[in-house]
Every structure is written in structure tokens, then in C-alpha cells.
């Protein structure tokens, strides 16, 4: 593990470390006791959002303002007619958008590309696979045999790497991975 989180850290992806957080976190949050959760994920969401204000009120560095111009370009382009709307400005495209840049966030990437057509059954993926480990691990609690239990666990992880993923994607541009599209 050691090994592995170095390998992480050497590449200095702030995306991927915030993922490593969120994935932590998760699987934080489904140890403990289910009582707790809405309180806790109510406390972490605000104290998400004061972290935000907090980061507001820094110095953007010149990669961060130059993701905030292309996804401003991306939305502009999105909007500019019906069928960009609907079908996007097509795959592979976005280099219309920004040159040879990338637009480091797999939302604004996804929904310019293929339009909410597409972007409707991308995120549909995300939330059916979250809904799915959600039910599973409702399914199985209590566990009543090791098949339940691991079931249960699979489910927690599965949700908490589906949250580094996501988390991931606003800063990288991972849309169309193999096991997404």
C-alpha cells in the first residue's frame, strides 16, 4: 500500500489526490454506525463548503484559471444551437473547444462531446451503479452468512471508488474510460 500511494502521490495530480480523500472518506463514513450518517454527512458537506469559500478567497493558480476559461468556452459552444444541445459537437471534438488542451473535468468534457443525449446515459451509468451497491448493501443487513457480508462489503466499496472516480472526474479528464462508454 505504501508502494502504491507513493506511485500516486509522485505523479502530483491534485484530482487524484482529492479522489484517494473521497474515497477515504466514503469508506469512513460506511464504518460507522448508520445513526450517524445523515448527521456526519451533513457536517462534512458544510465543512466542504467553508473549505470552498476558503479556497474562493486564494490565488487560482494558472492551470485552475485556465480550466475555468475552457469549461466557460465548452458551455458557450454547448449552447450555441439545438443540436449541440442535444447531440454535442461529437467525439474526440473538443479540440474545437480548446486547441490542444483538455477540458480536465469528464462533466463539461462529456456533455460538449456527446450532448445530453449521451451525457444522459454517462451519468446515467454513475447513478445506476450507485443505486445498485446502494440497494445491495441495504439487501444485506444485517448479513445472515459470509456470502451476504461480502456482498455488503463489495457494495461499500464499490460505492466509495465510484466516489473517488466521480470526485476525479470534475478534475481530469477521464470521460470515456473503458468501462463507461
Known amino acids: 500500500a505504501a508502494l502504491l500511494l507513493y506511485g500516486m502521490l509522485s505523479t502530483h495530480s491534485r484530482g487524484g489526490v482529492i479522489a484517494l480523500a473521497a474515497t477515504g472518506a466514503v469508506m469512513l463514513f460506511l464504518a460507522l454506525p448508520v445513526r450517524w450518517m445523515p448527521w456526519l ?3 462534512a458537506l458544510a465543512g466542504f463548503l467553508v473549505g470552498c469559500w476558503f479556497q474562493l478567497a486564494g490565488v487560482m ?6 480550466r475555468v476559461i475552457f469549461w466557460g468556452q465548452a458551455n458557450r459552444v454547448f449552447k450555441s444551437s439545438l443540436t449541440n444541445i442535444l447531440f454535442g459537437i461529437g467525439y474526440g471534438m473538443f479540440w474545437q ?4 488542451r483538455v477540458a480536465h473535468n469528464a462533466f463539461v468534457s462529456c ?12 451519468f446515467g ?3 445506476l451503479g450507485l443505486l445498485g451497491c446502494w440497494r445491495a448493501r441495504l439487501a444485506c443487513s444485517p448479513p445472515q452468512n459470509l456470502e451476504q457480508l461480502y456482498m455488503r462489503r463489495m457494495a461499500g466499496l464499490s460505492m466509495a471508488a465510484l466516489a473517488g472516480f466521480s470526485t476525479s472526474a470534475y478534475f481530469l479528464s477521464r ?3 473503458f468501462p463507461m462508454f
Open 125 to 127: 451509468l454513475l447513478q
Open 97 to 100: 473547444v480548446a486547441g490542444e
Open 175 to 177: 470521460t470515456f474510460v
Open 41 to 43: 454527512l451533513a457536517l
Open 111 to 122: 456533455y460538449t462531446e456527446i450532448g445530453l443525449v449521451g451525457y444522459w446515459c454517462w
Open 61 to 66: 493558480d494558472q492551470s485552475a484559471r485556465d
